[in-house]
């Protein structure tokens, strides 16, 4: 199985921060990569897919970068809606299989 | 808009059989791939496996093979994940999410189904 790890673990930031969370995959990935935002008593979100394409809907201060192993996912201007817990997620290869997730919270 | 609308909570014990449900709406469910999966109390989220409703072609992690059943009912645009005998270890929340092809992301995704198993 392709193994992701991801950093840091949590994170709090202040509002108007930039925040990046880095994902690491064991194996060559391409781009097949995705991010979602987990925010407690509501549907996962899907962010980012294909490793830098955003979402429709998905406010732009979020964007993805990387490919092969390493990847990153940039919020720019942090907001509080913005607090939540983040995953990223190989598809390159089943099965599928998540980052640890990284807590961010506002300082 | 594109839905999908998960069953309620449960609260079983050990040894207890349960199905719970994922219920599509907004797009034909037929051609879509739903997949399910599990996050344990303050653990990471873990693809237990997928079926493509059209022809109930089913892809399983095989760390969960042996433990879960995946159907679904076409006519209901409805997807299904069940156990026969369940353990204190299934705890968590349960989440389907549909993917466009096999190997692909997942969205939308269910607002997910908490399962508590406790004697």
């Known amino acids: 199985d392709i193994q992701m790890t991801q950093s840091p673990s949590s994170l709090s930031a202040s509002v108007g921060d930039i925040v990046t969370i880095a994902c690491q995959a064991s194996q060559d990935i391409s781009k097949h990569l995705s991010w979602y935002q987990l925010q407690p008593g509501k549907a996962p979100k899907l962010l980012i897919f294909d490793a830098s394409n955003l979402e429709i809907g998905v406010p732009s201060r979020f964007s993805g970068s990387g490919s092969g192993t390493e990847f990153i996912l940039t919020i720019t201007s942090l907001q509080p809606e913005d607090i939540a817990t983040y995953y990223c997620q190989q598809y390159d290869n089943v099965p599928y299989t998540f980052g640890q997730g990284t807590k961010l919270d506002i300082k | 808009e594109e839905l999908l609308e998960q069953s309620g909570p449960e609260i079983k014990k050990p040894g207890e059989s349960l199905k719970i449900s994922c219920k599509g709406s907004g797009y034909r469910f037929s051609n879509f791939w739903i997949g399910w999966l599990r996050q344990m109390p303050g653990k990471e989220l873990e693809w237990m496996g997928v079926?493509?409703?059209?022809?109930?072609?089913?892809r399983y992690n095989p760390s969960f093979q042996d433990r879960v059943t995946i159907s679904a009912d076409e006519s209901m645009s409805t997807a299904y994940l069940q156990w026969s005998s369940l353990e204190a270890s299934d705890t968590a929340i349960y989440y389907c999410?549909?993917?466009?092809?096999?190997?692909?992301?997942?969205?939308?995704w269910g607002q997910g189904t908490l399962v508590i198993v406790s004697s």
């Open positions: 999410a549909r993917q466009e092809e096999l190997l692909s992301y997942f969205g939308p």
């Open positions: 079926i493509y409703p059209g022809d109930s072609t089913l």
